[in-house]
Nanobody, 124 residues
Framework: QLQLVESGGGLVQPGGSLRLSCLVS????????VGWFRQAPGKEREGVAC????????VYADSVKGRFTFSRDNAKNMAYLRMNTLKPEDTAVYYC???WGSGYACDDNMYDYWGQGTQVTVSS
């Protein structure tokens, strides 16, 4: 059974940091592109950071460039999103997703497998 499970969300003050983790089971990540997406209340889901299956290429949303860093460890079947200098507008449910193949555009229509999401709240 293919499954993605996110963890690491929580409440953090503005300017703080969090690291989200995505544990994948049921398949190996070697040939899967992985993306992190988020959805805030009343807003559409948006791609935050999406990586090719090799991890050599990653695209970031303009709103998070320089603050968020995607990484992956295919040997451990894990993907991560390091979030620094968090802002209140980063508050959202964050999802990891995967699809087979090399395309790594942050287009959620490309992704077949999704986790259940983890809440990130940035507030003082």
């Amino acid at each position: 059974q293919l499954q993605l499970v996110e963890s690491g969300g929580g409440l953090v003050q503005p300017g703080g940091s969090l690291r989200l983790s995505c544990l994948v089971s049921g398949f190996t990540l070697d040939h899967y592109s992985v993306g992190w997406f988020r959805q805030a209340p009343g807003k559409e889901r948006e791609g935050v950071a999406c990586s090719s299956y090799s991890g050599e290429s990653t695209v970031y949303a303009d709103s998070v460039k320089g603050r968020f860093t995607f990484s992956r460890d295919n040997a451990k079947n894990m993907a991560y999103l390091r979030m620094n200098t968090l802002k209140p507008e980063d508050t959202a449910v964050y999802y990891c997703a995967a699809h087979w193949g090399s395309g790594y555009a942050c287009d959620d229509n490309m992704y077949d497998y999704w986790g259940q999401g983890t809440q990130v709240t940035v507030s003082s």
